[in-house]
Each structure stands twice: as structure tokens, then as C-alpha cells.
């Protein structure tokens, strides 16, 4: 077992709700096997795309990127298009300061969880705390960036951006020992476990284990959110208190 110390990250649409200080948009958690995150926007975030793996390998030469939120607090988010659109309808309202209106704007709840798979273009709205967690890249191409002076990756972003509507499914959570498997993905498993007590838990793969609410102890040690270890295969713990965990286990693929 290893605990993950934190990482706070400043960026330009940061907030201030992490406790990190003001400005501080993202908190890293975790950053192998999965990178787990947290995200506070004060703005909106870059309307962006990530990569899939074949594509990224070959021009980036690394691995792409998959992710999911955890909605920790209300909003907006972007999510696809609301029409089908072409590169050169993308390019120009990119140019323009107009893509917005063609983006498939949808409010989102906290327990809710999105999965954005490469090629979705997306964007995290203001105020819309998440808990992330994604394959071990950074790989973004950005679109749009609501006018700030930030580099857009047109070319690179439109040669793996999906330029139709897609639905945003309905998650179906699973029951499994000590809580609920909330999302199964080719690349990863996410998991929430509630504390009410005693909560002992084991690993059959890595898994990254957060403290999103309350207090627990483990071990002697006392855990605050966002407290974050990292329990190898076939290592167990016990933990005693109240609150919410979240837990990410890689898979291949």
C-alpha cells in the first residue's frame, strides 16, 4: 500500500473550492497506473479532444487518452455537437468566437458519472467540481478556449473528433464487495464505497483508492479528502470511519 501525496496544479480557469488556494484548478492525485484528478473551474475549460491510442501512438508517439468524471458539484458540461457538423463548419466558428453554438451543452448532478472516450469533443463548465480519472496521459488538442490567448490544435484535433451528436449513457452500477462498480471501460474501472463503520477491502488489480468525504483511519492514520493510496494486487485494507470513497483500477486494452 502507498499513499499518494497531493499536487496541486494553478491554471488559468482555476477556482478556489480544492483548498489549495485560489487559482489552483486541478489537484493531482495519483499519476500511475491511472491519473486521478481533481478539478475545481472557475471559467470554462477548452473546448477539447484527446486522442485514441493508434492515432496518438503514431503521431505523438505515446499512448492517448480516456477519462471519466465523478460529479462532485453542479453545472454545465459540454458533451459532443447538437447537430452533425463538418471540419470546415468546426474550423471557421473556431475562427469566428461562434462554435458554442453548435456544442451539446448538458447539466450534470453530483453522483453523476460521464464517460468521455477519445474522440468526444468536451468541455467542464464553471463550477462543475469533478473527481477524474484517466488513462497515465495528457494528450489534449483544444478547439476553442472561450478567448483566451491559448495555442488551438485544429489539424491534429479534427483528425480524431467525432463531428456528430452522441448520447451520453445512462450509467448502470454493479454491486461488488464493500460498495458499487459504477463504470466498466475498456481501460479502466471506477468504484464507490461508502464508510459507514468498518469497510475492509481487497485488490485483484491496482487500484487507487480516494477519500472524497468524512474521516477514516487506516492503520492508525487518520484520512481528510482528498487522502489517496494506492493498493497493488492482492494487497487488503481496513478502514473505519464515515464518509465516500472512489477507486480506480486500470484494465487493459
Given at each position: 500500500?502507498?499513499?499518494?501525496?497531493?499536487?496541486?496544479v494553478a491554471r488559468i480557469w482555476g477556482g478556489s473550492a480544492l483548498?489549495?488556494?485560489?487559482?489552483?484548478?486541478?489537484?493531482?492525485?495519483?499519476?500511475?497506473?491511472?491519473?486521478?484528478?481533481?478539478?475545481?473551474?472557475?471559467?470554462?475549460?477548452?473546448?477539447?479532444?484527446?486522442?485514441?491510442?493508434?492515432?496518438?501512438?503514431?503521431?505523438?508517439?505515446?499512448?492517448?487518452?480516456?477519462?471519466?468524471?465523478?460529479?462532485?458539484?453542479?453545472?454545465?458540461?459540454?458533451?459532443?455537437?447538437?447537430?452533425?457538423?463538418?471540419?470546415?463548419?468546426?474550423?471557421?466558428?473556431?475562427?469566428?468566437?461562434?462554435?458554442?453554438?453548435?456544442?451539446?451543452?448538458?447539466?450534470?448532478?453530483?453522483?453523476?458519472?460521464?464517460?468521455?472516450?477519445?474522440?468526444?469533443?468536451?468541455?467542464?463548465?464553471?463550477?462543475?467540481?469533478?473527481?477524474?480519472?484517466?488513462?497515465?496521459?495528457?494528450?489534449?488538442?483544444?478547439?476553442?478556449?472561450?478567448?483566451?490567448?491559448?495555442?488551438?490544435?485544429?489539424?491534429?484535433?479534427?483528425?480524431?473528433?467525432?463531428?456528430?451528436?452522441?448520447?451520453?449513457?445512462?450509467?448502470?452500477?454493479?454491486?461488488?464487495?464493500?460498495?458499487?462498480?459504477?463504470?466498466?471501460?475498456?481501460?479502466?474501472?471506477?468504484?464507490?464505497?461508502?464508510?459507514?463503520?468498518?469497510?475492509?477491502?481487497?485488490?485483484?488489480?491496482?487500484?487507487?483508492?480516494?477519500?472524497?468525504?468524512?474521516?477514516?483511519?487506516?492503520?492508525?492514520?487518520?484520512?481528510?479528502?482528498?487522502?489517496?493510496?494506492?493498493?497493488?494486487?492482492?494487497?487488503?485494507?481496513?478502514?473505519?470511519?464515515?464518509?465516500?470513497?472512489?477507486?480506480?483500477?486500470?484494465?487493459?486494452?
Open positions: 500500500m502507498r499513499p499518494c501525496p497531493p499536487k496541486p483548498g489549495f488556494g485560489p487559482g489552483i484548478g486541478e489537484v493531482w492525485l495519483c499519476q500511475a497506473p491511472l491519473l486521478v484528478k481533481l478539478l475545481d473551474p472557475r471559467d470554462w475549460l477548452s473546448v477539447q479532444v484527446h486522442p485514441p491510442h493508434a492515432y496518438a501512438l503514431q503521431v505523438e508517439g505515446k499512448p492517448g487518452k480516456y477519462e471519466a468524471w465523478y460529479v462532485l458539484a453542479p453545472g454545465e458540461i459540454v458533451y459532443g455537437f447538437r447537430r452533425p457538423v463538418t471540419p470546415e463548419e468546426v474550423v471557421a466558428r473556431a475562427k469566428e468566437g461562434t462554435l458554442d453554438e453548435v456544442l451539446n451543452r448538458l447539466p450534470v448532478r453530483p453522483g453523476q458519472v460521464v464517460y468521455l472516450p477519445a474522440g468526444l469533443v468536451h468541455a467542464l463548465g464553471p463550477g462543475v467540481r469533478v473527481y477524474e480519472v484517466q488513462t497515465p496521459s495528457d494528450l489534449t488538442y483544444r478547439l476553442y478556449d472561450y478567448g483566451r490567448p491559448r495555442e488551438l490544435h485544429l489539424e491534429k484535433a479534427l483528425a480524431v473528433a467525432r463531428l456528430e451528436p452522441l448520447p451520453l449513457p445512462e450509467v448502470q452500477p454493479e454491486p461488488v464487495e464493500g460498495g458499487e462498480k459504477l463504470l466498466s471501460t475498456p481501460f479502466f474501472d471506477l468504484f464507490r464505497y461508502p464508510l459507514a463503520g468498518r469497510l475492509a477491502l481487497g485488490a485483484e488489480a491496482p487500484l487507487v483508492l480516494t477519500l472524497l468525504e468524512g474521516e477514516a483511519r487506516l492503520e492508525g492514520e487518520v484520512l481528510k479528502p482528498p487522502a489517496t493510496f494506492l493498493l497493488e494486487a492482492g494487497e487488503e485494507a481496513t478502514l473505519e470511519g464515515k464518509g465516500l470513497l472512489l477507486g480506480a483500477s486500470p484494465k487493459g486494452g
